[in-house]
């Protein structure tokens, strides 16, 4: 027997969650680059192509961030961070003069040449509006260093050692 009704209502009728039913993915908006390049970083530079732009349907609604990116830094540390519009999110306490990103990691030297390594990011954001928002990652080293990205720094045809990745960023509205 087919499901016509919902609390006497049909279904054409409903147009929302019930009243206390939170935590419901809306949405769903990500950004991919399977492109192998080089950047210079010293600063913070975004990281190409990683950008979504999503429009909550509710100002009280969250806005998950998940990123998986993969670069090499010439054995130099790799920050990123999370950006909304233009003010950095989801980042670290501020103390002194400290770079504050959503994720850091060191490359080790005796890996430069064939391996880079994955920088992943997870924030819950809440920017109460239901005007369409611009999320992206961006991407820095520790000093003037050129940014490999999905690939090595060698980036050597070799099918034993080198590879090429693909970096995500996806932002899912989520119903409060």
């Not at 950047?39 to 100002?59: H, K, Q, R």
């Not at 369409?132 to 045809?157: E, F, H, P, V, W």
């Amino acid at each position: 027997m087919a499901l016509t009704k919902i609390n006497n209502n049909t279904l054409s009728a409903i147009t929302g969650l019930p009243a206390g039913v939170g935590g419901k993915v809306l949405q769903v908006v990500q950004a991919v680059n399977n492109s192998a390049s080089a950047t210079s970083v010293s600063s913070w530079t975004d990281f190409p192509s990683l950008s979504a732009s999503i429009t909550p349907s509710s100002s009280s609604n969250k806005i998950l961030i998940q990123y998986h990116a993969y670069l090499t830094l010439n054995n130099l540390a790799g920050m990123t961070r999370i950006i909304r519009g233009s003010t950095a999110i989801g980042i670290g306490a501020s103390a002194g003069n400290r770079i504050l990103t959503t994720s850091h990691h060191m490359n080790k030297a005796t890996d430069a040449n064939h391996g880079y390594h994955g920088f992943y990011g997870q924030f819950l954001d809440s920017p109460s509006t239901t005007s369409a928002t611009t999320y992206k990652l961006q991407l820095r080293s520790q000093g003037n260093s050129t940014c490999y990205i999905n690939r090595s720094s060698a980036d050597a045809d070799e099918g034993t050692y080198s590879s090429r990745s693909i970096s995500t960023f996806t932002i899912f509205e989520v119903s409060a």
